[in-house]
């Protein structure tokens, strides 16, 4: 299992919100590029970066930002917030960046999901996130009629081989992970999960692990010190 530490990006700065709102919104590093470097030198080898302002407008807009990141790091990177069309996912993987993630735009537009799979593959990740069981959309202010099962079901029927999952009710509220909807989601899809929202500590990494999950991220957990990279490379290391 690989654990992605998050960066959150909002008016140039990197911040956490709390439950996805963004008027509970605290930085954690005026610098994105620093903190970048700082998870690169504890041993990081991939990002996971959001655009949260690109979330809200519906277009990126902190993609030079987010690049210069990739050029200083020269880590792999997986970049979500306000992809709509494919202009803007040739943008960032023209750019270096590994993968994009389309959340939003898969509800509205699954077409548009169908074609950037078909012109770039596993390159493209498809953001579920969850409120109360249904999908939220448009940066969380929105809740589709959808359940994220439903959903997950329809984007691998389009080719999608990852999801990340967020349950936004316990995004940075460092209560763990939500288990019960994670292994409904492994039921109703055969697709790579990358959990995120509401990890602790090494525990809940472990746990994630031992549900076979691809993935978890890791964001107020790291900020906080309630979770090093010493204890992540033991997760992932361990056979």
């Known amino acids: 299992m690989r654990v992605y530490p998050a960066i959150d990006i909002k008016n140039g700065k990197c911040v956490r919100l709390y439950q996805g709102d963004f008027a509970k919104e605290t930085v954690v590093n005026p610098n994105p590029v620093e903190q970048a470097l700082a998870f690169q030198k504890q041993g990081a080898s991939y990002l996971h970066i959001v655009d949260l302002d690109g979330a809200l407008n519906g277009e990126p807009v902190n993609l030079a930002l987010i690049k210069e990141i990739g050029v200083k790091t020269g880590l792999a990177i997986q970049v979500g917030g306000g992809i709509r069309d494919m202009r803007q996912v040739a943008a960032y993987l023209n750019s270096g960046i590994s993968r994009v993630i389309i959340g939003s735009s898969a509800v509205s537009s699954p077409e548009f999901v169908h074609e950037a799979i078909s012109q770039y593959g596993e390159k493209i990740v498809i953001g579920i996130d969850a409120k109360n069981g249904f999908v939220a959309t448009n940066g969380w202010l929105e809740t ?56 602790k500590n090494q525990a809940d990494l472990v746990a994630l692990k031992n549900q076979n999950l691809a993935g978890a991220i890791a964001g107020k957990a790291l900020y906080s010190g309630l979770l090093n990279f010493k204890e992540i490379l033991e997760v992932e290391n361990e056979c």
């Open 144 to 199: 589709s009629d959808i359940t994220f099962t439903d959903f997950a079901i329809q984007m691998e029927k389009l080719g999608a081989k990852t999801l990340i999952f967020t349950d936004v009710g316990r995004d940075g509220t460092l209560s763990g992970p939500n288990f019960e909807q994670l292994s409904a989601l492994q039921s109703a899809v055969s697709c790579a999960i990358i959990a995120s929202g509401g990890v």
